[in-house]
């Protein structure tokens, strides 16, 4: 199996995948989209929200707002050594406390890591009027797409090489935090251990 990169910048990697078979393909491709973990919002406790939009739907645009962090820094929760009670290894909190008038950013979102932020400070998230106010805290936390799509780490996509069903070629544009270089190896990581896992169970099979 080969691998050559044909296009690459910060947010989309193009890549030609050879000698392989469209079910490698297929698994690449849907272990990319729901399978990496990505950082995004999950519970919002709202102190105070006047402002002329409902708690749900902030909550909601906050839960979208894609979230750029270290991934060897953080373990999915049921992971964690913390065992799902929240720490700061899995865990990340913003707080926003702003009066109106103004509008309200994704920038104005302060995190307790400054490592950790939004990918993009301009992503808007509701304007105050005169005398609004709205305070929160949201805490993010590691998830994968197959649970809910703000955790989908990526756009994936490929099609065939003119000739060759053995070829494909692959587009991979991040949605998320994540560099799409790392969203590439990382599901390579993931499906090689999926088949050491089979292989596990295959053995215990075998012995009954």
């Not at 996509?157 to 544009?173: G, L, Q």
Request: charged share 30%; glycine share 6%; with cysteine.
């Amino acid at each position: 199996m080969k691998i050559k990169i044909t296009e690459q910048d910060d947010k989309k990697l193009a890549f030609t995948l050879e000698d392989a078979d469209v079910s490698f393909a297929n698994a690449m491709r849907r272990v990319m989209l729901v399978e990496v973990p990505t950082l995004a919002v999950e519970w919002v406790d709202f102190h105070e929200n006047t402002s002329a939009m409902y708690d749900e739907v902030i909550a909601h645009r906050l839960g979208l707002i894609p979230i750029t962090f270290d991934p060897k820094m953080y373990n999915l929760i049921e992971e964690c050594v913390c065992e799902g009670k929240g720490c700061s290894q899995c865990q990340v909190y913003f707080v926003v406390d702003k009066k109106g008038p103004c509008v309200i950013y994704s920038g104005d979102m302060k995190s307790t890591d400054e490592t950790v932020k939004p990918v993009d400070p301009g992503f808007p998230i509701v304007e105050l009027l005169e005398g609004q106010n709205l305070k929160f805290d949201a805490i993010a936390q590691l998830g994968k797409g197959e649970a809910h799509i703000k955790w989908q780490a990526s756009i994936a996509a490929y099609k065939y090489a003119k000739n060759n069903d053995t070829k494909f070629n692959f587009v991979v544009e991040t949605v998320s935090g994540l560099e799409p270089a790392y969203i590439i190896q990382k599901a390579a990581e993931i499906i090689e251990a999926k088949g050491e896992e089979f292989k596990e169970q295959l053995k215990e099979v075998k012995s009954s």
